[in-house]
């Protein structure tokens, strides 16, 4: 995004840009802006989460509460994408940091509707399966993960589509936060993904 908004910004210093171009320069400067923003708060949260702080502040957390509010947060912005957003929920406790828990599911669904189809559904279920684990899975309709990829998607800054990830303003880093917080929780994450779309679970 630097990148971007450097080369923008110089061709508006040296006068080069017309008067008529100004305005879109502009626009792509706030564009790729937002985008470093996003780069540089992931990065931060990741470092938070490397430093490996203690579970002292683990509380009790209904997952089922934290994925509606997600859910509702989330909405507005499913909608701009011609995307419906679904909750199957049930009241699952687990111990765990409130705001990393929202925080896990909120990347998985922002992903879900990043990588949607247009009139596509995102759906988070929470719950116990039948070894009594709590989990958290969040699906979609979206345009899946080829299975060469698959392996990868949790490491820092990869991207299956760089030009359609560019486009959408990720910043390659949700999946590696995801992972993070549930290993800090004990957890396990899990992808199954294929033309008709990915399941992401986290099981605690």
């Not at 579970?55 to 509010?69: G, I, L, T, W, Y």
């Not at 880093?173 to 990915?198: C, D, F």
């Amino acid at each position: 995004p630097l990148t971007s908004i450097s080369g923008y910004a110089e061709i508006i210093a040296s006068g080069l840009a017309r008067p008529d171009d100004v305005r879109g320069f502009a626009g792509k400067i706030h564009k790729e802006s937002g985008r470093l923003l996003s780069l540089i708060g992931d990065i931060i949260k990741l470092s938070q989460l490397d430093e490996n702080i203690s579970n002292e502040d683990f509380v009790k957390v209904d997952c089922s509460m934290v994925a509606k509010e997600v859910a509702e947060d989330l909405r507005s912005n499913a909608q701009k994408h011609n995307v419906t957003i679904n909750t199957d929920v049930h009241p699952v406790t687990i111990m765990g940091n409130r705001n990393q828990i929202y925080e896990l599911i909120y990347n998985l669904c922002d992903n879900a509707i990043r990588y949607n189809r247009p009139n596509g559904t995102v759906t988070i279920m929470t719950g116990k399966d039948k070894d009594d684990r709590a989990y958290i899975t969040v699906s979609d309709t979206g345009i899946g993960i080829p299975e060469k990829h698959q392996k990868r998607v949790f490491e820092r800054f990869y991207r299956v589509d760089k030009s359609r990830s560019k486009e959408t303003g990720g910043t390659g880093l949700g999946l590696a936060i995801v992972k993070h917080i549930a290993e800090r929780h004990g957890g396990t994450v899990t992808l199954k993904s294929g033309e008709g779309g990915s399941t992401f679970t986290v099981e605690f």
